[in-house]
């Protein structure tokens, strides 16, 4: 069973270790020679359709749905087509507006989660063009869309997902560069630099991966806790939610996830003396007011780690307990390095509680009833 897991002892951690390698053979072959475009064979969606394309909405469930609040990001950034995102057991009941300009984009790692291929379904009944980013060739999803950008993640096994959101960021990139080369809307040289930052992607991560004690010994240290809290602002807000998730979902430790500038309406309430808030902050045009939000939390005694790039590892450590630092990418590409300590960090709290890391209680792989 060992050899299955790669000499790991879970699925879920040998996942983690695979991300650099999903990452490359996510980006393989979508990348032109020149190294400054990015080209989507398989797609069939015509330069213009995209063209014409007036909304776009992403549906999926879960960490999809994570996956999917960073590729909303990526695109209205780059592209400026205003996107919607819906978790796809909604979708259906919101009699949403769709018309055949607009692009809906599913995601699902399996390809068969019931309420992601039914969404497909109604998107299809209005005229839309489907596109789905999915991690398995054959599954009922790829087989219904129009379109599938498939990630290369390989089989994940473990019921937390790992390295599929990851390559579900990377197909989101690849997309967004692509509508952008379509539509014009980035400089050249600008898409240039962005695949140039994502080719390094796989290597920062190696140099993280190398180096888990400090996560280890924090989850140990949160493990025994109850409540806790993640905070972030725009992409790190979306981060902070696939954080809460996953240690929900085997740690059993009850999380929640907050826009950093949310709490007083509210939240801020349940801080209380010791309680640990992981704090994300690595989005630098926003970097002022999450520290203002980290002060609110830290007068309340809470006790806080933030994730933060080397270079405000200084300054940060005037107002919280612990940084972890990670390296230094492009804002828009940080989620593909900031989750990666989250995920280690409900890997290593899961283990601490003994619980089964792999199969966690009352939850499938692959969720095919509605
Ligand atoms: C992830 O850790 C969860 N197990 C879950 O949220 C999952 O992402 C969701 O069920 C969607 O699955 P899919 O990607 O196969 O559609």
């Known amino acids: 069973v060992t050899a299955e897991k790669g000499g790991f ?10 991300q650099p390698k999903a990452y490359r053979d ?40 994570h996956a999917g609040l ?15 995102t819906d978790v796809a057991s909604e979708y259906r009941y919101r009699s949403p507006i769709v018309t055949p300009d607009t692009l809906v984009i599913v995601v699902s790692q399996s390809g068969e989660t019931a309420d992601t291929l039914a969404a497909l379904r109604e998107a299809q009944s209005h005229g839309a063009h489907v596109l ?27 019921v937390a997902s790992t390295k599929a959101y990851t390559s ?12 952008a080369e379509v539509r014009g809307t980035q400089a050249p040289e600008e898409i240039a630099q962005i695949i140039a930052a994502m080719q390094a992607l796989p290597e920062q991560l190696d140099s993280m991966l190398a180096k888990p004690e400090a996560i280890k010994a924090y989850a140990e240290q949160i493990s025994k806790h109850e409540h806790l809290f993640f905070i972030g602002r725009g992409i790190d807000y979306a981060v902070a939610q696939e954080g809460s998730l996953k240690l929900k979902e085997i740690s059993y430790i009850h999380s929640e996830a907050y826009a950093a500038g949310e709490l007083k ?22 970097l002022e007011k999450t520290v203002s939000n980290i002060k609110e939390v830290s007068a309340r005694g809470a006790d806080i780690m933030a994730i933060t790039h080397e270079e405000h590892v200084a300054g940060l450590l005037k107002s919280v307990n612990q940084v972890f630092a990670i390296p230094k990418t492009m804002p828009l590409l940080t989620p593909a390095l900031s989750v990666v300590p989250l995920q280690l960090l409900s890997y290593y709290a899961s283990l601490a509680r003994g619980n089964d890391v792999d199969k966690p209680r009352n939850l499938a792989k692959s969720v095919t009833v509605e």
Do not use: W
């Open 70 to 84: 960073v590729g909303r990001n990526a695109i209205e950034s780059l592209v400026r087509i205003p996107v919607e």
């Open 168 to 179: 579900q960021l990377i197909a989101f990139y690849l997309l967004s560069l692509y509508l």
């Open 265 to 286: 309406h509210g939240t801020l309430a349940l801080i209380e003396e010791g309680i640990p808030v992981i704090a994300l902050a690595t989005q630098e045009a926003v």
């Open 26 to 65: 996510t980006m393989r072959g979508r990348i032109d020679e020149s190294g400054k475009k990015v080209v989507l064979p398989e797609l069939k969606l015509t330069p213009e359709q995209i063209k014409g394309i007036n909304k776009i909405q992403i549906i999926a469930c879960g960490t999809a749905y």
């Open 132 to 158: 789905a980013i999915t991690n398995v060739v054959g599954s009922s999803i790829a087989r219904d869309a129009d379109d599938v950008i498939v990630t290369l993640a390989g089989p994940e096994i473990a």
């Open 9 to 18: 002892e879970h699925f879920m951690l040998k996942e983690i270790h695979e």
